[in-house]
């Protein structure tokens, strides 16, 4: 891909002094019924930082990752992304504000090749449309190109070239995993939404992750709100944690301090391995 997108850039690097929330959720609460899932919950996400949001099931992570998508309306407060209120944008429009998602349960294309998955991935980034694809127009091939361009790049940084023209359905599942986060980054976010990405995954594998997560954030200039149960990862990877407890936020700080909250360790921890 040439220099001049993200992926060429040096890091940025955001100190605590000048940091900017990309994402800010303020006062969001969600209720279902008489149960209330998230209550007043308020945290901010750094740009270019990693931030792990920890929380026993039950705890409303879920319940928030699908506010985010806009697939749940909050009953009150607000989501801003980059200043920006959510409540208007559609849950078809969040790809093309710059957030993407993963998801805990693989939703691949099985028959379809490792390469095939992610360059779908990018589509959500493209104008054409079936009238301009059928009269061949010339810009129509000049975004394919550099689509199938981002798409090698992507197969490169994570590092599926062995197994780019292999079908999903033939590969382990924490190779399976890097296809579902491949996907999610060919939509160029700038914010992604990882859910649960260790999930399934062995010993060896989750230290690779590790190194993978902050490769691709200072790689593409990222910014990651992560949802994880294993905390061994959430502590070693993140720049700040929020710990929700009951839909309610307990903790927001760095993997130090959440680790030493008391709340937090009655709560949830008891101990990080």
């Not at 399934?200 to 910014?223: C, F, I, K, P, S």
């Not at 992560?226 to 009951?246: C, G, I, K, T, Y």
Request: aromatic share 4%; charged share 20%.
């Amino acid at each position: 891909m040439a220099c001049g997108t993200r992926s060429c850039q040096e890091p940025v690097i955001v100190s605590p002094a000048t940091r900017v929330d990309l994402l800010r959720v303020e006062g969001v609460t969600v209720r279902f019924g008489g149960i209330t899932a998230l209550d007043k919950v308020t945290f901010g996400v750094p740009a270019g930082y990693i931030v792990g949001l920890i929380g026993p099931n039950g705890a409303g992570k879920t319940t928030l990752f699908n506010c985010l998508s806009r697939l749940y309306e909050p009953s009150e407060g607000d989501i801003l992304f980059e200043g920006r209120s959510l409540k208007l944008t559609p849950a078809h429009g969040i790809a093309a504000l710059g957030i993407g998602r993963t998801f805990q349960n693989l939703a691949l294309f099985r028959t379809m090749t490792v390469r095939q998955n992610i360059m779908l991935g990018g589509h959500c980034r493209t104008r054409s449309g079936f009238l301009s694809n059928a009269l061949r127009m010339p810009w129509v091939g000049r975004e394919e190109a550099g689509l199938a361009a981002h798409t090698d790049e992507l197969v490169r940084l994570l590092d599926l070239g062995p197994v780019a023209h292999t079908p999903v359905a033939d590969l382990p599942f924490g190779t399976q995993k890097r296809v579902e986060l491949g996907r999610a980054l060919a939509s160029q976010p700038k914010l992604l939404l990882l859910d649960e990405p260790a999930g399934g995954l062995n010993h060896e594998e989750v230290g690779a992750l590790m190194a993978l997560l902050r490769t691709v954030r200072d790689r593409l200039q990222l910014t990651m709100l992560l949802v994880e149960h294993h905390m061994n990862l959430v502590m070693r990877v993140s720049d700040r944690v929020v710990a929700l407890d009951f839909g309610r936020v307990i903790a927001d700080g760095t993997p130090a301090e959440v680790q030493a909250n008391e709340a937090v360790v009655s709560a949830y921890l008891g101990g990080v391995s």
